[in-house]
């Protein structure tokens, strides 16, 4: 009965949606995309970002297909919003590409050829059993790591495929700066020339066989100042002599951990150890600029393209959301940062890493 109920608001809502859709759409916009609008769209782009191709008639026109692809995808993730905290979208630095253009440049990791890697690690690591028994705790209705100040800025991996480096390297920064009250920040750039375990630089790997290696190996994680990011893979610069004495972190343990419909775990992990790395499905983050993604966002394993740090949360606000922190600079979204509603596995939320008990070496 109560389901029927349920389902028959479902259709009242969508109907009212469609109704109101119908309504903005006669008056300032026609149906058919009208083709001249988007050419001039497509000028004002070009020179915004300062594309190379201006001036090359055949690689201008093969942009601006793909432009008006993103131009309708845009109308229609817009489309779905629900409440002025929803997720927007718009023409972004990405949108001349194609969607495999988009996936080769920024999410080589986890395409689906490497998913093997995720089972292995995730089978190892996996601590669901304990997680019945836990004692269980008040959280707060929010919570923000970056207000601790133990989060450096917004990095940038430009065309190097190393999100896996930057989200594993992120956390360690904050899981030291909890500890030691010192924030500094760390290289990446070590983890992309020298991490083995099935990691290949720029051309992708995976944030938990990443920290297995660093256990493994007891590879310390240099400053930054140390080893500056070039953001191409070259030859590690790793004295392999006197590791002991090298300034630097080194990670004692880690946890990897899936919360499939488990998410107040998840809030449990943030709050009580730290900022937390994860595996995610980034294809609709192409033409994102800021509020809260709720659809278009499936996190199902075998889609998890990317890697990113989730900092905190917050449910007091009207949709619940976390607080997740990108490398794609800080003109990305929200001055690099993107929200994602709590509650339904979205984006891949479904599979999180967590590292925890660090040896700190500074
Ligand atoms: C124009 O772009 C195409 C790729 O679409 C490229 O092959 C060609 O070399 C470019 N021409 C010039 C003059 O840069
Ligand atoms: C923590 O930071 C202080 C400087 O604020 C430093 O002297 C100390 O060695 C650090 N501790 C560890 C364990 O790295």
Redesign the pocket.
């Known amino acids: 009965m109560e389901l029927a109920r349920a389902n028959a608001m479902k259709i009242i809502m969508a109907l009212t949606i469609v109704a109101v859709s119908l309504c903005l759409l006669i008056i300032p916009i026609s149906v058919e995309p009208d083709r001249s609008q988007d050419i001039k769209l497509f000028e004002a782009y070009v020179t915004e970002y300062k594309k190379p191709y201006k001036f090359n008639r055949t690689e201008y026109e093969r942009r601006f297909e793909r432009f008006q692809r993103s131009l309708r995808k845009i109308d229609a993730l817009n489309g779905l919003r629900m409440s002025e905290h929803s997720a927007r979208y718009g023409v972004t630095e990405y949108s001349d590409m194609t969607e495999q253009e988009f996936l080769a440049l920024n999410l080589h990791p986890d395409l689906p050829a490497h998913s093997e890697r995720h089972h292995q690690c995730h089978y190892h690591h996996i601590h669901s059993a304990k997680r019945s028994r836990r004692a269980s705790l008040i959280l707060p209705m929010k919570h923000d790591w970056r207000e601790k100040g133990v989060v450096t800025a917004i990095k940038s991996q430009g065309n190097c495929g190393a999100c896996w480096a930057f989200s594993v390297v992120e956390v360690a920064e904050s899981m030291?700066a909890i500890?030691?009250?010192?924030l500094s920040a760390l290289s990446i750039q070590e983890m992309i020339d020298c991490a083995g375990n099935n990691n290949f630089g720029c051309e992708g790997g995976d944030i938990c066989s990443l920290l297995e290696w660093l256990v493994i190996s007891k590879t310390r994680i240099l400053p930054e100042a140390n080893y500056p990011l070039t953001r191409i893979t070259n030859v590690c610069k790793l004295q392999k002599k006197n590791v002991e004495s090298q300034v630097g972190?080194q990670v004692s343990d880690f946890t990897c951990d899936n919360f499939v419909n488990a998410e107040e775990e998840l809030l449990k992990e943030l709050v009580t150890k730290g900022p937390v790395a994860a595996a995610v499905n980034a294809l609709s983050w192409q033409n994102y600029l800021g509020g809260i993604i709720q659809f278009h966002c499936d996190g199902s394993f075998a889609n998890l393209n990317h890697a990113v740090q989730i900092v905190g949360y917050d449910k007091t606000a009207e949709i619940p959301y976390y607080i997740v922190r990108n490398s794609w600079g800080s003109s990305f979204g929200d001055k690099g940062y993107l929200y994602i509603a709590i509650g339904n596995n979205l984006c891949g939320n479904n599979f999180i890493y967590i590292t925890s008990s660090y040896i700190?070496?500074?």
Do not use: C, D, G, P
């Open positions: 030291f500890s030691n009250k010192t972190i700190y070496l500074m």
